[in-house]
Every structure is written in structure tokens, then in C-alpha cells.
């Protein structure tokens, strides 16, 4: 290739758990630059998910990386094209797009929810992830049976 590698940008630490993962959570969540609102978001779904689940001996915090865990697939389909035809070959995905296809998935399913605000849906896909249910944890297993139902193509990796 004749182009450099961009540079990763170092990512901060939130200002509450002083997590990195928390930040890239947000910035994801982030709609037009408002940041400190995905912040109030976060916070207040994670409030939220110590109500709901009051006997539970995990923080907040650790429950969300518990569902975070719960929801990010380890291998994923891509298409390849060999003589004409499409193959949909399975892949294994890198740790830092796996982090990211979870936490993109949590988010678009918690943006599909019913609820009357982001941070109660927010709240609900985290507590539904955590007890491996909901719409982020189905699609991790509709990608792991697309890469079991495509196995026999896996020589073709790139």
C-alpha cells in the first residue's frame, strides 16, 4: 500500500468510572457532537440497571461489561468473490472491531426499543444482554449460525 496507517487517537477516560471502554461506549452513543448528553445517557441507564436488578452483588459498571461480553460475536461472514460467484466465508473478527460490533448492536437495538427515553431503553438492552436475551444477543447468535452454516467455505479466507 502507498499510504501510512492512520494513527489510532488515544481515547480518555470517562469522568465518573475513569474507564476507556466507557468513553468509546459513549462516543458511539454520541449523536452530532453532543457528548456530554450520551454521558447523562449512560449514567442514568446505568442507575437505572441498579434498580432493576437490586440483588445482584455487581456494580452497575459490571454488569454492562458482563452484557457487553454477553453480545460480541467472535466470528462474522464476509463476502468473497472466486470465479463468478459469492461466497459468504466466515472470519474471525479482531478483539477491537469485535468491541466495537457489540457495542453498536447494544445501541441500535436499544434505540429500537419501545421506552420513553434512551437511557430506560439503554437500560433495558443492558439487563436483557446481561441475562443473554434481547435483540444485540440474537443477532451475535444469528452471526455465529451464518459462519456455522458457511463453514465449508472457510478455505477461501482472504
Request: proline share 5%.
Amino acid at each position: 500500500m502507498r499510504k501510512t496507517k492512520p494513527k489510532k487517537r488515544q481515547i480518555l477516560p470517562d469522568p465518573v468510572f475513569g474507564d476507556v471502554k466507557v468513553t468509546r461506549f459513549v462516543n458511539h452513543l454520541m449523536y452530532d457532537g453532543k457528548k456530554s448528553i450520551s454521558f447523562t445517557i449512560f449514567y442514568s441507564a446505568l442507575e437505572t440497571v441498579k434498580a432493576k436488578l437490586p440483588n445482584e452483588e455487581k456494580s452497575p459498571l459490571e454488569i454492562w461489561k458482563a452484557a457487553l461480553d454477553n453480545i460480541t460475536p467472535q466470528v462474522e461472514v464476509k463476502s468473497r468473490r472466486v470465479g463468478g460467484a459469492t461466497f459468504q466465508v466466515p472470519t474471525e473478527i479482531r478483539p477491537d472491531r469485535k468491541e466495537s460490533v457489540s457495542m453498536k448492536n447494544m445501541i441500535l437495538y436499544a434505540r429500537k426499543r419501545g421506552g420513553k427515553t434512551m437511557a430506560d431503553k439503554l437500560a433495558a438492552e443492558i439487563v436483557d444482554a446481561f441475562n443473554n436475551q434481547g435483540g444485540a444477543f440474537k443477532r451475535k447468535e444469528d452471526m455465529h449460525r451464518m459462519a456455522e452454516a458457511n463453514r465449508a467455505f472457510a478455505h477461501f479466507r482472504f
